[in-house]
């Protein structure tokens, strides 16, 4: 979501704040901007609809010096996206500040601040703290106190950033549900909502904590927890890929990261399968003693997570014999839920800021779990220091807001997690030689799977002039039909549902004509005749069906129907490999309707505020 840089140096900051926004636009927004402390201690502030590059562009015709800065990309939740409610917000003259989160006290601040004296010049529930910093400040000792005094008024979210041009030496951050890092430089410091901002200046970084509030200058850095007492957050030099910014040949980051996934899935295995055995310190430190008591997981998530949640679901009760519950973060949050004895719970999310998901971990804490475990794709993120144990995925960086890698590499570690549990309940040697063996089987499989993509483009024609679409999937495929629909409708702006295909008859199938679409996904399973006559009965209709099938599953193309072969696979392995058919149908289709792929409309690829 949001993306926020500030840095505090000797030397000019613009192109340092403003690289580092554009390396956070894979977060999604919809304007930027930036302030900067000249040198005569002057506050000057450039904001801009629409694309960072807007911003860059304008800070071209009217460059901003100084060393003291803040930046923003905003995505928009109080306030329509326009310049005047883009960030940095600013009081008097002289306090700048920058916020991703929620406020949601804003309106009670608002009228009090207004009753003060304070005008505002923008819709948004940032600005309330500005002015309140501003006005603490009249009667506070420092800028550290003034926010210090600040976010104690505060309820909701935030991530914040506050400089005064009066004192511009130093900027004060806070962190309260949305993520902030502090990056440590030679004579300089920087803080960003997100490590990969601060690359091309350091690899060296602190994570605050919850209710931490920090001063930092070019050469210290102070940090004080949420009850004003002095602490320590361990820096520490990160070993990050920094090949985010760059597509290569391809048109798209979506492409990209398409075809890095038999490469990514080689990487999550790697070093973790001994024999039919999995290493299991891949979870952290004490995962075989809780893998032992283990009777039930519970799994948190949302969006595309949700999805390998509930394929997940299938492998556990299966495959290692244990009870599974999914359900969506936002959901579990907010209902009186009962914990089983000796229960997991399990979070997902490629980020590991995730609000929904991280707000669910810490009232999982108080309801009495036995142990928390998180899969991520982020070392370091906030799931992953606050859980027990961590599958950290290794999927490299992903930019492109519709997940792609991130998605399959958590169902290996989700499959990679059901053997690991499975070998503490009794599960067949077999079984366990069958997962290893379709585990180590997979990235060849993908490569294969990714040797179709000229003939889904081809298919993907058929779309142009479509709106809406129905996806049909049985079993473990259901999960995977509901993932192509997100992918759908997320990059092409086409309206998509799935269904489980035995339910077309208690109510979609009044959906079914010829301009209606219906894509399925047609493993060789134990369901495949019960799939099959569902497909007739989308043909009895008149339906348009297009069919990704085993190869050996007898499905033959003709009028009414598409068939697209995919090499067989083992049905263990089948949700990820017909995963990639309908990634590539959604990519394709969206480059047929000229949307934005990577960046679509309304979306973020972090959503930090609930």
Known sequence: MCGIVGAVAQRDVADILVE??????????????????????????LRRLGKVQELSDALASEPLFGGTGIAHTRWATHGVP??????????????????????????????????????????????????????????????????????????????????????????????????LVIGYGLGENFIASDML??????????????????????????????????VEREAKEREIAQDSGDKGEYRHYMLKETYEQPTAIRNTLEGRLIGNAIDINAFGEGADDIF?????????????????????RYWLESLAGVSCNVEIASEFRYRKSHVPKNALLVTISQSGETADTLAA??????????????????????????????????????????????????LVGLLMMTLAIGQHHGMPEKTQAEIATSLMSLPNKLDE?????????????????????????????????????????????????????GELKHGPLALIDAEMPVIVVAPRNDLIEKLKSNVEEVRARGGLMYVF???????????????INVPHCDDIIAPIVYTLPLQLLSYYVAIIKGTDVDQPRNLAKSVTVE
Request: contains cysteine; proline residues 2%.
């Open 292 to 312: 032992k008591q283990i009777e039930h997981v519970q799994i948190i998530a949302c969006g595309t997570s949700y999805h390998s949640a509930m394929v997940a």
């Open 449 to 501: 799977v990714l040797a179709l993509a000229n003939s889904i483009e081809d298919l993907a024609e058929d779309f142009a002039d479509k709106n809406h679409a129905l996806f049909l999937g049985r079993g473990d495929q259901y999960p995977i039909a509901m993932e192509g629909a997100l992918k759908l409708k997320e990059i092409s702006y086409i309206h998509a549902e799935a269904y489980a295909a």
């Open 197 to 230: 901002a601060l690359l091309p200046v350091t690899r060296k970084f602190a994570f605050l904590e919850e209710g931490d509030v920090a001063e930092v200058t070019r050469h210290s850095v102070n940090i004080f927890d949420v009850d004003g007492n002095t």
């Open 82 to 179: 326009s310049e005047i409610n883009a960030h940095p917000h600013i009081s008097s003259e002289n306090i700048a500040v920058v916020h991703n989160g929620i406020i949601e006290n804003h309106k009670e601040l608002r009228e009090k601040l207004e009753s003060l004296g304070y005008t505002f010049t923008s819709e948004t529930d940032t600005e309330v703290i500005a002015h309140l910093v501003h006005h603490e400040l009249k009667t506070a000792d420092t800028l550290l106190k003034a926010v210090q005094i600040t976010v104690t008024q505060l309820d909701g979210a935030y991530g914040t950033v506050v400089m005064d041009s009066t004192d511009s030496d130093r900027i004060i951050v806070a962190r309260s549900g949305s993520p």
């Open 361 to 410: 971990l810490r009232l999982a804490k108080e309801l009495g779990y036995c142990a928390s475990m998180t899969i991520c794709n982020v070392p370091g993120s906030s799931l992953v220091r606050e859980s027990d144990l961590a599958f950290m995925t290794k999927a490299g960086a992903e930019i492109g807001v519709a997940s792609t890698k991130a998605f399959t590499t958590q």
């Open 20 to 45: 580092g926004l554009k390396r956070l636009e894979y977060r999604g927004y919809d304007s930027a901007g930036v302030a900067i402390i000249n040198n005569d201690k002057q506050l000057r502030r």
């Open 549 to 563: 099938a085993d190869i050996d599953a007898k499905f033959e193309s003709d009028d009414t129907m598409t068939v």
